[in-house]
């Protein structure tokens, strides 16, 4: 099976799957002329996959309302393979879940900035990309986690 989203910052991902969402190949690719944002992304992207290692990025979000820069802040920590709900974000800012999933829902930087790991209470929750891929990028995220952790 293949899923293909196009990120409106310039990314297509490519991602064949099975039918369980176990991850077989991932391609990424940047639309030309658009800025090193989208190589930084595919480089993170890659990296991970390789290493099972996330490499810090410097992300220029002062442009965003200070409660989406706070959302951002605390979502950017949630490491690979696991997942906190709107709710116990929310909880770290005093403000209610739905907001959470607002700010969430502008996130620039979707594969830097995790917003996928942020799940509802039922384990779903939305995603730019949809909620497909959301599924996939969790599940092989999990994938990796268990390789490397095998590996060592």
Request: aromatic letters at 6%.
């Amino acid at each position: 099976m293949v899923t293909t989203v196009v990120f409106s910052f310039g990314i297509t991902a490519t991602v064949y799957h099975d039918s369980n969402l176990t991850v077989k190949k991932v391609e990424l690719s940047a639309k030309k002329g658009k800025d090193s944002g989208s190589e930084i992304l595919i480089g993170r992207f890659k990296r991970f996959e390789s290493s099972g290692k996330i490499e810090g990025v410097e992300i220029e979000i002062s442009k965003l309302t200070p409660f989406q820069q706070k959302v951002l802040e605390i979502v950017k920590n949630i490491p690979p393979g696991k997942t906190v709900t709107y709710k116990e974000v929310a909880k770290l800012i005093n403000t209610h879940p739905r907001a959470v999933g607002q700010a969430l829902k502008r996130n620039p930087f979707p594969l830097v900035i995790p917003c996928h790991r942020v799940v509802a209470r039922d384990g779903k929750g939305g995603f730019s990309a949809g909620v497909k891929l959301k599924k996939i990028l969790l599940h092989h995220e999990k994938s990796l986690l268990n390789h490397f952790s095998q590996a060592t």
